[in-house]
């Protein structure tokens, strides 16, 4: 991932938190510029369209309405344009069976939401200086949770 300019995905069908997650990155050093879509069904329409640029990462709630993170998850490695997009789940959730059914299905990191501002910059500056190919090549579940 090259860290001169970062195009960023966000699908979260809170409002609040889609808001919050902006703010968090405006004060993350970087150039970068992000996305933000309500739900999975807005973020696979955008992602599909041949014409729209691909992001460098995706960040995705799992709990959303019409269509969930788990479903837009198994859609984007299906893709072959868009099955090498980095996905970082971005959940309230950190039920055993939700980390254990995306680390399956192909998602390179789990972030579970974060409530407090500080926090949340520190693991968003952690999440886009990942080594992404390192991740990628040698996935497991161990560096798969990011915690703070």
């Known amino acids: 991932m090259h860290l001169s300019h ?4 966000l699908a979260d069908d809170d409002e609040d938190d889609r808001l919050f ?5 405006e ?9 933000t879509f309500k739900d999975g069904v807005e973020l696979m ?12 990462i995706i960040f995705l ?4 309405p019409r269509k969930s993170g788990l479903e837009c998850l198994k859609e984007i490695r299906d893709n072959e344009r868009l099955k090498n997009i980095s996905v970082a789940i971005y959940s309230t959730s950190s039920s ?5 059914q995306t680390f399956v299905l192909g998602a390179n990191v789990y972030i579970k939401k974060p409530t407090d501002f500080t926090d949340l910059k520190k693991i968003l500056t952690d999440v886009v200086h990942i ?6 090549d040698g996935l497991n579940k161990d560096s798969f949770i990011m915690n703070l």
């Open 6 to 9: 970062l195009h960023i995905m």
């Open 21 to 25: 997650f902006t703010e968090a990155f």
């Open 27 to 35: 004060e993350v050093k970087i150039k970068y510029s992000i996305t």
């Open 45 to 56: 329409n955008h992602l599909v369209k041949k014409e729209n640029p691909l992001p460098d």
């Open 61 to 64: 709630d799992l709990n959303m």
């Open 96 to 100: 055993e069976q939700d980390v254990e």
């Open 131 to 136: 080594n992404w190919q390192y991740i990628t």
